[in-house]
């Protein structure tokens, strides 16, 4: 079987301890590698040999590091299917999504920063016959980066990717749900020839290995992606030891769909944003309100594109829906389905576990689930579920679809969909939403500021703003 290994001071080494954690695939239930478990002893060789690589690290142009970023971006490429399948397997999505979007966007994370750190620019202010006075941003250290199990290689990189390009040495931990695609990427690094300790991956549980990366007195930062609970431990934790804190966290995100929209763009990618990887991305749609006028005309088109997303084995090229990420994840998403009958909600599709035939019998597998008739502040409506489980609301004027779409502690993303340029650009700016997609969803650019506002998070993530947060700027005045 399987075992994974940590990967600290450029080799791949056992876990201090010698324990080692099952890694279950989400499609059969079945355990099929071990992961490393983790504690502070790992987390302090990691951090020591980070702190051993920094010197050189920081002092590397940004020109040279960026090359090495390029060349695992370029390795990721050439893996992109023994990657694709591995994420599948490790995490339950359809190997067709993980082809499509999570490697080909790890590998694009890497090129991006391995080059944006060189068109990184310093400010400079000058007084005219007093001084001259400018700015440089000098790489914060040892950082710790911590990343979800929705989008393991996808997020996992997208924090690396600026800090080594910042010329900050990280101590990384993925989730100990879905390691895999962390340790191939172990292997890719050594391949691409990092230097030893500028990356250290180490695996294991929140409290074996994550509790202690946060509280190492030796890393300056904590770039973390999860849930919001999770985040405010960690804020509790780190920020009286003046940590930098970056928090990318939950999200209970509307869709708001107006009467000139475009009804069957909107229908189709509504779709991808209500059940893209099961619902298990913190910027999915999960509130769709429909303005009242084309309310039952955009059901019956949804309601029939729910019927034709076949849940199936993530293997099957033809599967458009696969498995939930664990068992105690698929019983949490059917707590919030039984939750909804309580509070009234009529079911519209879905709402019943899937039992497959085959390797997948024991599967995690959910059906997209709709519901309709539950009030906009009740609990399904205002509490984060991470699955395949949306709502639809009719609404009657701007105001009032505006005062239910901030109606959660959540400000992540939003969705607007009219042809009414005036009426799209308001909306937007009325929603209490870090990230607003108009006519669209899903839309990346890197160069982008990436976060919500609310309890959706602190700080950004994403191009200028990612190499702001892992750098420390240093102003120097020069008398003329």
């Known amino acids: 079987m399987l075992q994974l290994q940590n990967y600290i001071n450029g080799h791949l080494v056992p876990p201090a301890a010698g324990r080692y954690l099952p890694n279950i695939e989400p499609a059969t239930g079945q355990v099929f590698s071990h992961i490393p478990d983790s504690d502070a002893e790992d987390v302090a060789r990691a951090t020591a040999a980070a702190q051993a690589a920094l010197p050189a690290w920081r002092r590397l142009p940004a020109e040279d590091r960026g090359k090495l970023l390029v060349r695992i971006s370029e390795l990721i490429e050439r893996d992109l299917e023994r990657l694709a399948q591995a994420e599948s397997q490790d995490n339950g999505k359809p190997v067709s999504l993980a082809r499509s979007v999570d490697i080909p966007r790890a590998a694009s994370n890497f090129a991006f920063f391995g080059t944006a750190a060189q068109h990184f620019a310093s400010e400079t202010h000058f007084q005219e016959g007093v001084a001259l006075n400018y700015t440089v941003r000098h790489p914060l250290g040892v950082v710790g980066c911590i990343s979800p199990w929705n989008l393991p290689l996808y997020l996992f990189t997208w924090k690396i990717a600026p800090a080594l390009a910042a010329g900050c040495c990280v101590v990384a931990k993925p989730s100990e749900i879905t390691p895999y695609t962390a340790f191939l990427l172990s292997e890719l690094c050594i391949e691409a020839g990092l230097p030893a300790g500028v990356l250290n991956i180490v695996h294991g549980t929140g409290p074996g290995a994550g509790q202690p990366i946060i509280e190492h007195p030796g890393i300056k930062a904590i770039s973390f992606t999860g849930g919001t609970k999770t985040g405010e431990h960690i804020a509790r934790t780190a920020a009286p030891m003046f940590k930098k804190l970056s928090l990318e966290l939950g999200g209970k995100n509307p869709n708001i769909i107006f009467a000139d929209c475009d009804l069957t763009e909107a229908v189709r990618t509504s779709l991808r944003s209500s059940f893209a990887n099961q619902g298990q991305i913190c910027l999915c749609g999960s509130r769709i309100f429909v303005e009242r006028s084309i309310y039952e005309p955009f059901k019956r088109e949804f309601l029939a594109g729910v019927a034709a997303l076949t849940v199936g084995d993530p293997q099957d090229g033809g599967s458009r829906q696969g498995a939930l990420v664990s068992e105690a994840h698929l019983e949490k998403v059917l707590s919030y389905i039984a939750l909804a009958h309580e509070e009234g909600g009529t079911l519209l599709a879905g709402g019943q576990r899937v039992t497959l035939d085959g390797r997948c019998a024991e599967g ?48 992540l993303a939003a969705t607007i969909w009219t042809r009414d340029l005036n009426r799209a650009h308001r909306v937007a700016h009325e929603l209490h939403s870090g990230i607003v997609w108009i006519n669209s969803w899903l839309h990346r650019d890197l160069r982008t500021p990436f976060g919500g506002m609310k309890n959706s998070g602190v700080g950004r993530e994403g191009g200028l703003e990612a190499l702001r947060f892992f750098t420390e700027p240093q102003s120097v005045t020069v008398k003329l």
């Open 364 to 411: 995690y597998f959910l059906q997209p689930t709709v519901f309709e008739g539950l009030a906009p502040d009740c609990r399904v409506n205002r509490e984060e579920i991470f699955g395949p489980v949306v709502t639809l609301t009719p609404f009657d004027s701007e105001e009032e679809v505006l005062t239910w779409a901030n109606g959660t502690e959540y400000g």
